[in-house]
């Protein structure tokens, strides 16, 4: 059924799969530009990542401007501001993003503030505040589980308030997404496992939240049925180049899908978990997903059910009675966490992952105040959370 009022957006290009990497130089000239700011890690650097990107610039008439490769894992204003004034002093004209998560999301902080007059990103925190476009932008994401390849958000940190900021908007969207199977490949399989659950959970909480829509929905169920077809064998044989592809391409659609919907509960007390017990975020979903889950089952029927047709095929959903769909597609997606268990160590009890049992107060706390929290189809009351948490201890 169609909302009253919907909007979407998805403009990234993406280019996926065989010598994906080799078209980057193509891609940048298709922009307009040829001296890119590359912004990468150490960790790229050491598997040899980079030097498949920068050996296709060399036979190109791409000049690279500078190669920054010192972002931490928590990036912060400081460091975006830093950067941008490197752009500027390098006579860059384009950002290459190559890494995960905060790789991703301070070179989205610097193409605000280099694509501007801007010179400190705390002028732009907030919802929707820029406008036009802005400089060329590619993204090689070197993970498969947060989508910011594909998402309008950016989160960094303002270390001088301790808080961490968020920047939405559809302007800070990449030009260019690159989905190569060489970028994933030496991911150890329980971060391929919790980052793949983490993409899993964005699938389903926007394609159970209030504000899905036709098009959301499509990019959901495909990830949704791509996860539980690859995850697996990304997990247990990383070299398999289909799978890893696979992977990043559900990623991806599970960014864009809940970039144009919301996340919820699982994500609500997930951060809070984060910020409270500091546990890594992808870890916080596997472990809450299928409790959140539970709590949402009543309103979220319909729903699970149709995920339960993408997740485990026409043969288990034929065979299950229509008013146990729901239920059975918990259950299903909670044996997938368990098998991934067994495989690879993926933790599935907060007191595995170092939360103490005191602390549980004030995640539950911290969750209900959560944006997430708000927009999830049952209310996320302080008892609600208290009593996920406790049967995720
Ligand atoms: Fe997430």
Redesign the pocket.
């Known amino acids: 059924m169609l909302p009253e009022y919907y909007e979407f957006k998805n403009s990234v290009k993406i280019i996926s799969g065989k010598n994906a990497l080799e078209n980057i130089p193509f891609e940048l000239n298709n922009l307009n530009a040829n001296r890119p700011l590359i912004l990468t890690t150490k960790s790229v650097i050491k598997h040899g990542q980079l030097k498949i990107i920068t050996d296709a610039m060399d036979n190109s008439n791409i000049e690279i401007g500078l190669i920054f490769k010192d972002i931490p894992q928590d990036s912060s204003v400081e460091i975006v501001n830093n950067i941008s004034k490197l752009y500027k002093e390098n006579k860059c004209d384009s950002i290459v993003a190559i890494g995960g998560g905060s790789v991703i999301d301070t070179a989205k902080g610097v193409n605000m503030l280099v694509s501007t007059k801007a010179s400190d990103l705390k002028e732009y925190m907030g919802l929707e505040i820029l406008e036009g476009k802005l400089n060329p932008f590619i993204v090689i994401p070197s993970t498969a589980?947060?989508g910011s390849e594909a998402t309008l958000v950016s989160v960094i940190a303002d270390t001088s308030r301790n808080v961490k900021m968020e920047f939405i908007s559809y302007s800070i969207l990449p030009d260019v997404a690159v989905l190569d199977s060489r970028m994933t490949k030496t991911l150890p399989p329980r971060l391929t496992a919790s980052t793949g659950i983490?993409a899993l959970?964005?699938s389903i909480e926007a394609f159970s939240g209030f504000q899905k829509n036709p098009l959301s929905d499509i990019y959901a169920l495909t990830s949704i049925e791509l996860i539980s077809n690859y995850l697996i064998d990304a997990v247990s044989k990383g070299q398999d180049g289909r799978a890893r592809v696979a992977m990043a391409n559900a990623s991806l659609m599970a960014g864009v899908a809940f970039s144009n919907s919301m996340?919820g509960i699982v994500?609500a007390i997930?951060h809070a978990c984060g910020g409270v017990s500091h546990v890594p975020?992808?870890e916080a979903?596997t472990i809450l997903l299928p409790h959140c889950m539970k709590l949402n089952l009543n309103p979220c029927e319909k729903e699970y059910s149709r995920i339960l047709l993408a997740f485990s095929g026409p043969e288990v959903y034929s065979n299950t009675p229509e008013k146990q769909r729901g239920q059975r597609c918990i259950d299903e997606i909670q044996k997938f966490i368990l098998k991934l268990n067994e495989i690879c160590g993926l933790p599935i009890r907060l007191k595995d992952v170092g939360v103490k049992k005191e602390q549980l107060k004030d995640i539950a706390k911290t969750a209900i105040n959560d944006g997430a929290a708000i927009v999830n189809p049952v209310e996320v009351t302080y008892d609600r959370a208290m009593t996920i948490l406790e049967s995720a201890y």
């Open positions: 589980g947060t983490d959970t964005h996340v994500h997930g975020h992808a979903m």
